[in-house]
């Protein structure tokens, strides 16, 4: 079930922001990341209870940690950058949301994220898996990503939404990140307008260079301060205070991860994190 109570939001102009689920405190969501799942190029046998397993464990390590949420995020080396997704990816992956969502508690947030950019189907996951959001790389614009240009159907995706009646699952746009770069150029605030319209009730930003990143931060909450702003990467232990001192939250991979990117997360280093960010004044 999902454990917000999001009223129903249609064509929204930029006074009309609705920040859903991330209207709460400064929120630190951990990634999972699973391992390639079956119908993907680089999946190997046995991945499946693999992946169910690591998920289980992060989830239950973010929870004691201390976190907020997750992001539950399909991982492979190549993606489609189209809507379409394989059966059998889709059916494990909304296994596994469903497994952290029971496993956690009604707070935690449980995202999903099936990259590159099928929204639609994260988005079916989440309303009937237990998740609470999407994370949406190219909710409005256009991004170019190594297998070729991902491009947004915000229509389609309102339409989706009201479908399947899933005004209680909130997205997060990705508007200048990891992720997603607005093709041919767009200024972030404009970036940020154009997700509002589309019905986006947070934005993330990244960049590896902290004092970018604070002015990024800045430019959106002169323009809206109303908007939850996440960032998206490239926060750690060290800068955490600064950056989330600003912003609304965070989505942490790497700096829970000691073994590298993609192993397992670590309790220790999530508790010290959400430590840092609870002790922002």
Not at 149 to 166: C, F, M, T, W
Not at 172 to 192: C, N, P, Q, R, T
Not at 248 to 265: H, I
Request: with cysteine; proline share 5%; hydrophobic share 40%.
């Amino acid at each position: 079930m999902n454990n917000n109570n999001n009223k129903k939001v249609r064509a929204r102009g930029e006074s009309d922001i609705n920040p859903g689920i991330f209207s709460d405190k400064k929120l630190v969501y951990g990634m999972i990341h699973l391992l390639p799942l079956p119908g993907t190029p680089f999946y190997e046998k046995g991945n499946e209870e693999k992946s169910l397993k690591k998920a289980l464990r992060d989830a239950e390590a973010l929870v004691a940690g201390g976190a907020d949420g997750c992001v539950v995020q399909t991982i492979d080396q190549i993606y489609s950058v189209g809507p379409e997704v394989d059966p059998a990816r889709l059916s494990l992956f909304a296994t596994i949301v469903n497994e952290v969502s029971k496993q956690s508690p009604a707070s935690f947030h449980v995202g999903v994220q099936i990259l590159w950019n099928a929204l639609e189907a994260s988005l079916a996951v989440a309303k009937f898996c237990g998740g609470v959001f999407v994370r949406c790389n190219a909710l409005v614009g256009s991004t170019m990503t190594p297998a070729g240009v991902a491009q947004s159907d915000p229509v389609g995706l309102a339409e989706y939404r009201n479908k399947i009646d899933a005004h209680d699952v909130s997205l997060l746009a990705e508007i200048e990140s990891m992720h997603f770069s607005w093709l041919h150029g767009k200024s972030l605030v404009d970036a940020a307008a154009e997700a509002i319209r589309a019905g986006t009730n947070g934005v993330e930003i990244a960049h590896p260079d902290e004092d970018v990143c604070l002015s990024m931060i800045s430019e959106l909450k002169e323009k809206y301060p109303t908007l939850p702003v996440i960032i998206g990467g490239h926060t750690n232990h060290e800068n955490a205070s600064r950056i989330l001192s600003k912003a609304d939250g965070a989505l942490v991979g790497s700096c829970f991860e000691p073994q590298g990117w993609g192993s397992f997360v670590d309790e220790k280093k999530v508790a010290e994190y959400v430590d840092i960010v609870n002790n922002i004044q």
